[in-house]
Structures are given as structure tokens and as C-alpha cells.
């Protein structure tokens, strides 16, 4: 996966010079990188090629599916850390934040 992303941003930084580069090549390639991502649980960074990859793809159902699912995780994550900090309210909070994003997802409900 660490290739991947290595790979998928050198990519992206050649792209984003080019001026005759199409969007969706680049929103493909974010997607990957992505994908990538939360695979190895970084949602974050996950979140982050997700969302650029929707603006420049905004058609696409299943990437949008996608930045869903990854920001329920990013949001379960920060609910996770919240609750065993003691901050229950933070933690309720960020649980409320992630169903509203995937309501079906039973991680969010555990």
C-alpha cells in the first residue's frame, strides 16, 4: 500500500502541472490513493483524496459511497479516542457524526 500511495502521488504531482490533463484522470488516480489510505486505516488522508477526488468526479455514486464510508471511519476513530478520554459528550457527538454518514454501518452502533 506504502507503494501505491508513494506511486499515486508522484503521479499526481506530474498531473497537476499539466494543463491539458483531464479531471477525471486525476480524480481516478486520488481515488486509488484513497482506497490505499484507508486501507492502512489512515482515514484522514483517505478522507481527504476522497473529497477531492467527488469534486472532480461529481457523477460518480460509488466514489461518493466511498467518501461516506471513510468519513463514518475518520468519525469513529475520533469517537473512539474521544470515549476513552472521558470526553462522552465529544464521543456521542462524533457517533452522531459518522450514522448520519453511513446509518447502516454496524461498527457505528456498536
Not at 73 to 92: I, K, N, P, V, Y
Request: with cysteine; hydrophobic share 35%.
Amino acid at each position: 500500500m506504502e507503494q501505491c500511495i508513494q506511486e499515486c502521488t508522484e503521479c499526481i504531482q506530474l498531473l497537476d502541472q499539466d494543463s491539458r490533463v483531464k479531471p477525471e484522470q486525476i480524480g481516478k488516480i486520488l481515488a486509488r490513493r484513497g482506497s490505499a489510505y484507508a486501507e492502512l486505516t489512515q482515514w484522514q488522508q483517505a478522507h481527504h483524496d476522497f473529497q477531492r477526488a467527488c469534486s472532480l468526479l461529481p457523477a460518480n455514486k460509488q466514489l461518493k459511497a466511498d467518501r461516506d464510508r471513510v468519513g463514518a471511519a475518520l468519525h469513529r476513530s475520533a469517537a473512539d479516542t474521544s470515549f476513552a478520554q472521558g470526553d462522552m459528550e465529544l464521543a456521542l457527538a462524533e457517533y452522531d457524526n459518522g450514522l448520519e454518514l453511513e446509518p447502516e454501518d454496524p461498527k457505528m452502533l456498536v
